[in-house]
């Protein structure tokens, strides 16, 4: 199996730019996360989709970020406007169900926004 | 309060020593609780879950858990170099959530 796949792996904007990260998650997998990594906050939930439905998206900053995954095999993560406070890793990543205690989420290799 | 607390580090300790991670969290409804390993650079990925308490083992790596201290930890036995990374505990809240909440990650330190 590929893994998760994500691109693009690094993208330098400027502020104000919009900027669309992209996701494929491990086929057969009903859920989907995105998450944020910073020095400052750690690695931070953004949103999760089980069965192409967002669920929670609660860690969402505001309304600058929108998610979408209009199928089983695709989600992207848009940010408009970008500003330089979004510059981070964004993580993707995929479990199986959710069934008892022992899922297990398998990340993608990452996007590093750099935004100027 | 943080929802999930490590100590940042970094840990230091010599090769083939015993290397012990420790996290709080503060839902006590909690289910179950994992450990990541992130290398520099790299995205996480699972080392252990637990989900009961008391010890668990796989190999060199122990997962132990107290709910009443609400308290998990990570024991390495026979550090080696290439155990050199963050760790990262994860707790999944009550309810039947897919949601993880991540601690900061403690960056640990062998020396060879």
């Known amino acids: 199996d590929a893994g998760v796949i994500q691109s693009p792996r690094h993208e330098v904007t400027e502020m104000g730019q919009e900027v669309t990260l992209r996701c494929k998650p491990i086929?057969?997998?009903?859920?989907l996360f995105w998450y944020r990594q910073t020095m400052m906050r750690g690695l931070e939930l953004l949103i999760y989709f089980n069965n192409n439905v967002p669920i929670d998206d609660s860690g969402m900053p505001e309304d600058r970020f929108s998610a979408k995954m209009p199928n089983a095999s695709f989600s992207t993560l848009k940010i408009q406007p970008s500003e330089p406070r979004d510059s981070a890793v964004y993580f993707c990543?995929?479990?199986?169900?959710?069934?008892?205690?022992?899922?297990?989420?398998?990340f993608g290799p990452g996007t590093r926004l750099t935004v100027l | 309060q943080k929802e999930v607390e490590q100590n940042s580090g970094p840990l230091s300790v010599p090769e083939g020593a015993i290397a012990s991670l420790n996290c709080t969290y503060s839902?006590?409804?909690?289910?179950?609780f994992f450990w990541y390993r992130q290398y520099s650079g790299k995205s996480p990925e699972l080392i252990m879950f637990i989900y009961s308490n008391g010890d668990k083992e796989d190999g060199r790596f122990t997962a132990q858990l107290n709910k009443a201290s609400q308290y998990v930890s990570l024991l390495i036995r026979d550090s080696q170099p290439s155990d050199s990374a963050t760790y990262l505990c994860?707790?999944?809240?009550?309810?039947?959530?897919?949601?993880?909440?991540f601690g900061q990650g403690t960056t640990l330190q062998v020396k060879p």
């Open positions: 839902d006590r409804g909690s289910q179950s």
């Open positions: 990543a995929s479990s199986p169900k959710v069934q008892g205690f022992s899922d297990t989420q398998y």
């Open positions: 086929s057969g997998h009903d859920y």
């Open positions: 994860a707790v999944r809240g009550s309810g039947n959530t897919g949601k993880l909440i």
